[in-house]
């Protein structure tokens, strides 16, 4: 072996050749982020491979994603200088344990066919089990127990085993419903996602040849992200390596940030304890990131008590100071991202041109993505988005779109199947059924046989009388829509207060109507409240479920930019077919937990404001445990960053078409100062006030306010004191929504204007961007800005 050549080595530092040359007994890596760790575990498993100590099929090499295990691979790959043939048993913990249950399904009463629940599956799963059981539903939710369940698997116990102390969970019936709902599964030959690991437990626990068998198989383990496992991982993990101990776990206190979903930091303190002699090898050295953004990272996590503690140190130069940016709005936040996304691109920002490939926007919650998938399709900008679907593909998100699809085209009837029986209406498959015969029979749309199934009663009961109000509902709503009907000879429009920039009436289908009583935003609203879909997600008490409201509301939000919903669903539908995957570089979106890991020479935190980030949640919480959380994320963030780290923050984001102003993250002042660059935000120095003031369709007086609030907030007037004053993007070429808008500052009451269609005029009120014109000939009318000329004779 010594005398093979080993250039895989010579990449290393000491201490990480130490942990790679140390192939027997216990090790393990605890050090800081871009200290190497990931990369001595891939030089591990070349130097087993290399060393002839193992076959591909005898390490066994737990990652944290997928794409973390095929990057892995690859790298292995790279180091030998060959394609590897196979590591079967490098992946995740869940595509590991699939596999290995397969083979002992029937030790757990499965077949080897099993299926796998989705969270859908599982929900209605309960629900039946919770109907069954004659609790109320409406107050104690599937989701609920779903909660429960997916926690108590994820600390292994099995019903036998849920302690004492949890007897008063859900009623007092959890661990009764959690045996019937493990019976359940074993009847329909399933488990769901939880099971995948507990059962291997189980089996490894109570079958000690299938154990050993294992043990001898599995000669080492590896372990990647070991911060973030849950007991179940844990005890299975320990059962492995039980025998031959030849286990090495990489990790990082600091970057433990899946404590909300079960993982237990504790499990790197007990290591030392299970695995006595075990040994702890420190990297201090991060190769990632530039003297600055380490700094700064280092600032941030300092916050954090009961931290085991490491000092990190780079040898590369200071480099470019952490970036720190204002903005008016979320909106703004991504334009400029946009823009200095193009620049560096260029490299004219005195920062070498980077690759798309090469940058990251990394947000605290999903709902963030849709203003940079937005502005960046408009832009033009390659972009994709990782670890999840895009804002548009989201469950909740398709949803909603299914009902505004079909007000607008009651024929749509994928979009009918889709929202018939959610929220939940009592309307099964049989009753589907009915209804797709009925519209067969009558060669109609789902809507109209729906309707006739009722009317002729082949619907009954509570989901008929559902149903009827279903298609009522959609009725009324695309009524609302359309507007009014005007009877003859009738005139919509005389109201001197109605915003006219089109023809007082419509004609839609032979009928006028006058203009529609309320906005598309309103309408959405109205349709998402009262269909009940938004109070389904309310109800539902997993932690998913404030984040699919949020993007409800973002995605009501989005509405804002459209002329109407017909308008809004063309856009998507331009998205969607955007959707095959092109080759070249783009920048990646994701959040911060799916950045885990993985490192970018220039990334961008935008978001970071009190109540997204630090998230209402954990600041709501008493203690600091959640706080922390969110601290370590937000290290998790800034050390993915290799040479340009960006932070920005948004003055105000528009919730429901109202302004709401936010804080500046309390994170931001954890950094240090010395290593940090504040940037001017465009529109507050250089006369963009006016501009910035004229955004959005509030009115002037709410944006005032709004403005007034956040500008004189601490946390402004300290950037402001921090501030180099620098101006960060002029001239600004391309902003063009804001030379619209600041022609809106420009008017002034008294002014003498001309309108497209209503001729002169003169200005006698102001209203956001709506203004309203005493017409020489027309009379007095609110127009629409945009529209009006200043008067230059
Ligand atoms: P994280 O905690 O974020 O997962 P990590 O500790 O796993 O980080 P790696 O991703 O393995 O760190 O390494 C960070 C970067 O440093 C990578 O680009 C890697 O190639 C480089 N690197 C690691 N060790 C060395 C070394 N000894 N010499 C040069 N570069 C190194
Ligand atoms: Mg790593």
């Known amino acids: 072996m010594a005398a093979r050549p080993a ?52 390490i066994l090499s737990v990652t944290f994603t997928n794409k973390a295990a095929r990057e892995m691979k690859e790298r292995v790959g790279r180091l030998l200088g060959q394609q590897i043939e196979g590591m079967p048993w490098l992946g995740t913990f869940h595509s590991i344990c699939v596999k290995l249950l397969r083979r002992h399904a029937e030790l757990v009463g499965l077949k080897s066919n099993f299926t796998i629940l989705d969270t859908d599956d599982q929900i209605r799963l309960l629900k039946q089990l919770i109907a069954a059981n004659n609790i109320d539903e409406k107050r104690w939710p599937a989701r609920q127990l779903s909660g429960l369940i997916d926690h108590w698997k994820n600390r292994a116990w099995v019903p036998t085993k849920v302690p004492a102390s949890e007897a008063s969970a859900f009623n007092n019936r959890g661990t009764e419903l959690y045996e019937q709902y493990q019976t359940r599964l074993r009847e329909l030959n399933a488990c769901d996602f939880g099971d995948l690991l507990l059962h291997m437990v189980t089996i490894f626990q ?3 040849d299938v ?10 383990i590896l372990v990647d992200e070991y911060q973030d496992t849950n007991v179940a991982q844990y005890l299975w993990l320990r059962l492995l390596a039980g025998a031959h101990k030849n286990i090495c776990c990489v990790g990082d206190d600091d970057q433990s940030i899946y404590g909300w979903r079960g993982a237990e930091v504790g499990n790197i303190l007990r290591f030392e304890k299970d695995f006595p002699g075990a040994h702890v090898v420190r990297l201090e050295q991060n190769y990632r990131s530039t003297a600055h953004i380490l700094a700064a990272a280092s600032g941030v996590i300092r916050g954090n008590e009961g931290r085991l503690g490491k000092e990190l140190w780079t040898a590369a130069d200071g480099g470019e100071k952490v970036r720190l940016i204002g903005h008016w709005d979320g909106e703004e936040e991504a334009r400029w991202i946009g823009e200095e996304i193009e620049a560096l691109q260029k490299g004219t920002r005195g920062i070498r041109p980077h690759s798309l490939d090469d940058m990251a926007i990394l947000v605290r919650a999903s709902h963030q993505m849709r203003a940079f998938e937005d502005r960046f399709l408009t832009i033009g900008l390659p972009y994709r988005v990782i670890g999840g679907p895009r804002f548009y593909e989201r469950l909740e998100i ?34 589907q059924q009915v209804i797709q015969h009925t519209a067969r029979e009558f060669g109609v749309s789902l809507i109209e046989g729906a309707r006739i199934a009722v009317e002729e009663e082949r619907i009954k009961g509570k989901g008929g009388g559902q149903l009827r109000l279903l298609c009522e509902n959609l009725a009324r709503w695309r009524e609302t829509m359309l507007g009014p009907v005007l009877r003859p000879g009738e005139i919509d429009g005389d109201d001197p207060t109605d915003v ?16 529609p009583r309320v906005t598309h935003m309103e309408l959405a609203e109205m349709i998402l409240d009262e269909s009940g879909y938004t109070a389904m997600w309310q109800a539902d008490k997993t932690p998913e479920a404030p984040g699919r409201l949020e993007n409800l509301k973002e995605l009501v939000k989005a509405l804002e930019q459209f002329e109407n919903l017909q308008g809004f669903l063309e856009h998507v539908a331009l998205i969607m077919d955007n959707e095959s995957e092109e080759a070249g570089a783009k920048v990646s979106i994701m959040t911060l937990h799916a950045a885990k890991g993985l490192e970018f020479p220039a990334v961008f935190l935008p978001g970071w404001e009190d109540g997204l980030f ?5 600041m709501d919480e008493s203690g600091v445990k959640g706080l922390e959380e969110e601290r370590r994320l937000a290290y998790v963030g800034i050390t993915r960053a290799e040479e340009l780290c960006t932070i920005s923050f948004a003055g105000n984001r528009r919730v429901f078409g109202q302004w709401q102003s936010a804080l500046p993250s309390r994170f931001i002042d954890e950094l240090p100062e010395e290593h940090v660059e504040v940037l001017t ?5 250089g006369g963009g006030y006016g501009a910035a003031a004229a955004y959005g369709t509030g009115s002037g007086l709410e944006t005032r306010a709004a403005e007034a609030n956040v500008y004189n907030s601490p946390g402004w007037k300290r950037l402001q004191e921090r ?18 808008l600041q022609a809106v500052s420009a008017f002034e009451m008294g002014q003498r204007v001309f309108h497209q269609k209503f001729g002169y005029g003169e200005i006698i009120g102001i209203e956001g961007d709506k203004l309203e014109i005493a017409f020489e000939k027309a009379g007095t009318k609110k127009v629409v800005a945009r529209f009006v000329h200043a008067e230059t004779d």
């Open 7 to 58: 250039p895989y080595l010579d990449d290393l530092n000491p201490a990480q050749r130490e942990a790679v040359e140390r192939l027997d007994g216990p090790v393990l890596m605890l050090a800081g982020a871009g200290t190497g760790k990931t990369k001595a575990l891939t030089s591990r498993i070349v130097h087993l491979l290399v060393s002839g100590k193992a076959r591909p099929n005898e």
């Open 206 to 208: 109570t079958h000690q």
């Open 211 to 220: 154990l050993e068998q294992y043990q001898r198989w599995f000669r080492y």
């Open 398 to 431: 398709r949803d909603a779109m299914a009902y505004f699809r079909l007000v607008v085209s009651p024929d749509d009837d994928l979009a009918f199947e889709r929202i018939v029986n959610t929220p939940k209406r009592g309307l099964g498959d049989k009753a």
């Open 500 to 515: 006219i920039d089109d023809e007082p009436a419509f004609v839609v289908g032979g009928t006028r109507r006058g203009r």
């Open 614 to 618: 630090p998230s209402q949640r954990s």
């Open 681 to 685: 935000p465009p529109g507050l120095y």
């Open 723 to 740: 501030s180099t004053q620098r101006p960060v993007s002029q001239p600004r070429e391309s902003r063009n929504t804001i030379i619209d």
